[in-house]
């Protein structure tokens, strides 16, 4: 393959220290993350956020005095063997030149070890901390890793709406949009409604109507939401274009303040055509995670080394194995009787019926089968409309799980997976469609939804139904496994959250 070349004129420290033979002039620039001074001689370590370490930069005869962490500088000099055990290569500068200075005195990040939550209030200036800047990487290499697996499978990728008329998930907890229109847009509004109105009256008439600029509300004429998910934009695409993929940014107006919520955050979202059985959903779905991961193992292993040493010590084994060894897979049913059964005291007990608890999920993968696994076909009540049910489903109750004496409870289940993670908890959520016309007209009934406004989802089914499936993996929560990192916040540049959104 015909590799693109360089468009720009310098380069990256990264390509430097991979390219650039020793003793051969080179051109760095950067920003100091660190300034050690002797009598004669000045030690940097420059950083452009390409690679971890950065470069050593050494400058003789007083030159570098004064020089402190945060100066954004541009240095002339050659590469050469470094003696030290630090690193490899060195740079001897020539000449140096300080392209924006620095107030060492208030600047906040200094050389030492700074608390998450101290990053997060000059969240600003993180990404300059290392931890922050192999967190970019790792995402970065992720959104690749991802790409390469769904061009590997060939399919399209498909930009899906932020705005849209739907809640997919159904839980209501999303962002309605109204437009802020300045008073001067108001006013250019009424005089083009003014002058269209005189216009269709008869000259004799005299026009007394009051017209006013529309309500926000209506700008698009019916209520509009930040999108919580684009799969059903996905399963139109899918209906022409058989294998489909997104990634974008999702909205939830969730108060939870926990280390696993944002109000805004990236979903990666898969929907394919001519699909029939889940596992052959769940085999697609480990496959994706698996060539990911190994790609970032492969790809990344300064940074996954860097993490696995100052932010969790079991990050390589756990990637390891969740490359080298077969996910786990069980019913709902199966993980409830196991729950139930582990003489664990929960602070939710759990009960067939009853949607699992993020304690039950993370016990479930962290310390029942110490790696992820699958959790398949829930109870139908817990799941959206558009999941397929069950064909052999409706089964009765059994005595420890009936709602009470004489009855029996609904056992009808959905198609549909859940991939718990150790220490995460739910990481990917999936399921086949509802591609029976009958069936999915039940459902829109059983749900109290409008069967005018679903009838494209309906013309769907109408006009050549398929068997199809999909799932959408929370990118920030895949961040937080291979980083070793606790709190979505950390993993994601900007996050937003209940009373937070700063920029």
């Not at 002339?76 to 003696?83: C, I, N, Q, W």
């Not at 294998?243 to 955050?265: D, I, Q, Y």
């Not at 969740?322 to 069980?330: I, N, T, Y």
Request: net charge neutral.
């Amino acid at each position: 393959m015909r590799s693109i070349p360089s468009a720009l004129p310098n380069k990256t420290i990264k390509s430097i220290l991979n390219t650039t033979d020793l003793n051969t002039p080179v051109k760095v620039q950067g920003w100091i993350r660190s300034a050690r001074h002797q009598k004669n001689v000045t030690f940097l370590e420059v950083n452009d956020g390409s690679t971890l370490k950065g470069v050593q930069a050494i400058l003789s005869g007083g030159e570098g005095k004064g020089l402190v962490a945060g100066t954004s500088v541009e240095l002339d000099g050659t590469l050469v063997k470094s003696p030290g055990k630090e690193q490899a290569y060195e740079l001897q500068v020539s000449n140096m030149k300080v392209i924006g200075s620095c107030d060492g005195e208030t600047y906040p990040l200094q050389k030492k070890r700074h608390s998450f939550e101290f990053l997060r209030e000059i969240s600003h200036l993180r990404s300059r901390a290392k931890t922050a800047s192999a967190i970019l990487r790792l995402r970065s290499a992720s959104v690749w890793g991802f790409q390469k697996f769904f061009e590997s499978q060939e399919f399209i990728q498909v930009h899906t709406p932020l705005l849209t008329t739907h809640d997919c998930e159904g839980g209501g907890e999303v962002f309605k949009i109204a437009p802020r229109i300045s008073s001067r847009a108001q006013q250019q509004l009424l005089e083009q409604q003014q002058k269209q109105a005189n216009t269709s009256l008869p000259s004799s008439t005299s026009n007394t109507t009051a017209i006013s600029a529309p309500a926000p509300s209506e700008f698009f004429g019916s209520p509009v939401y930040l999108t919580v998910s684009g799969q059903l934009h996905l399963e139109i695409i899918a209906s022409a274009v058989s294998r489909v993929f997104t990634m974008g940014p999702v909205f939830r107006a969730e108060p939870s303040m926990t280390p696993r919520h944002l109000s805004e955050f990236w979903m990666l979202e898969a929907e394919i055509a001519f699909l029939d059985k889940l596992d052959h959903l769940l085999d697609f779905s480990e496959a994706c995670l698996k060539e990911t991961t190994r790609y970032l193992l492969e790809n990344c292993k300064d940074d996954i080394e860097f993490l696995n040493t100052w932010i969790d010590k079991s990050l390589k084994a756990r990637l390891t194995q969740l490359v080298e060894e077969p996910f786990k897979r069980m019913t709902y049913t199966q993980a409830i009787e196991i729950l139930q059964q582990s003489g664990e005291k929960f602070e939710f007990e759990p009960k067939w019926g009853q949607g699992l608890q993020s304690e039950h999920e993370k016990w479930l993968a962290g310390t029942y089968c110490k790696g992820p696994v699958f959790v398949t076909d829930y109870p139908a009540g817990l799941k959206p409309f558009y999941m397929r049910k069950n064909d052999d489903s409706s089964l009765p109750s059994s005595s420890s799980s009936s709602s009470g004496a004489g009855t029996e409870e609904d056992r009808t289940t959905v198609g549909c997976v859940d991939l718990l993670a150790p220490g995460i908890g739910e990481l990917m959520g999936g399921s086949l469609r509802e591609e029976r016309p009958e069936v999915l007209k039940k459902q829109l009934g059983d749900f109290g939804l409008s069967q005018e406004e679903y009838q494209w989802y309906m013309d769907l089914r109408n006009f050549g139904t398929v068997p199809h499936g999909g799932w959408g993996i929370g990118f920030e929560r895949y961040m937080l496994m291979v980083t070793g990192m606790e709190n979505v916040r950390d993993v994601i540049p900007f996050p937003r959250y209940n009373h937070h959104c700063k920029f």
